[in-house]
């Protein structure tokens, strides 16, 4: 098994261009998110998503999109980036049952909005 | 409610000697407490968890300590290596969808 997978792994945009960060997960895991973590900041859960077709806001939503038509899949999209946007991002998986909801985290995406 | 505070920021350990990381939290329906370990350009992994009807934890070096009516829990690495320098984070979740994390500790052990 891959695991988690993310790409690119890095990526420069220009401010007020668009892009979509990639994830993909062969562990049949159900939940799927995306994290940005900025440093000394943790990590903040942008958009989660319980299954394909189903998707829910986090803490940090604004600016982002994201869609679930897979199970395998959950793409991140970027519009009209901004500098505030600069960050690592993350993508997760998880399949949670009683007594453990362990998530797996991908290698991440280094984004930097010039 | 919702935030996992974490101390210190960072922290430097002789090898060999003992790391510990504290997190406390407000929200007395969280029902599982993990900590997750980074390295750098990876991301993070879960090293060890804890529910709240268990005052400890241990896992090899790893242990974690859980004070309910406190409402803290903190992480003890025992004989620390430089191995086990890397990020960590506390974290508390509400269920089965979600996790808080809490700021991370930069944790370095000196060879």
């Known amino acids: 098994n891959a695991g988690v997978t993310q790409t690119p792994k890095f990526r420069i945009l220009k401010i007020g261009q668009s892009m979509t960060l990639q994830c993909a997960q062969d562990?049949?895991?159900?939940?799927m998110y995306w994290y940005r973590q900025d440093p000394g900041m943790g990590l903040k859960l942008i958009y989660y998503s319980v299954g394909a077709g189903i998707t829910d806001k986090g803490e940090v939503p604004n600016g982002y999109n994201v869609s679930r038509s897979t199970t395998e899949d959950f793409p991140l999209r970027l519009e009209l980036a901004a500098p505030s946007q600069t960050s690592v991002y993350f993508c997760?998986?998880?399949?949670?049952?009683?007594?453990?909801?362990?998530?797996?985290f991908g290698p991440g995406t280094r984004l930097t909005v010039t | 409610q919702q935030q996992v505070k974490q101390s210190p920021q960072s922290l430097i350990v002789q090898k060999g000697g003992i790391s510990i990381i504290n997190c406390a939290y407000e929200n007395t329906a969280f029902d599982y407490f993990p900590w997750y370990q980074q390295f750098p350009g990876k991301g993070p992994a879960l090293l060890i968890a804890i529910r709240p009807d268990v005052s400890e934890k241990k896992e090899g070096r790893f242990t974690i300590s859980f004070n309910k009516s406190a409402k803290q829990f903190s992480l003890h690495i025992m004989d620390s290596q430089p191995g086990d320098s890397a990020t960590y984070f506390c974290?508390?979740?509400?269920?089965?969808?979600?996790?808080?994390f809490g700021k991370g500790t930069r944790l370095h052990i000196l060879p």
């Open positions: 562990m049949n895991h159900n939940y």
């Open positions: 974290a508390a979740s509400l269920g089965d969808d979600k996790i808080i």
């Open positions: 997760a998986s998880s399949y949670p049952r009683r007594g453990t909801y362990e998530q797996y």
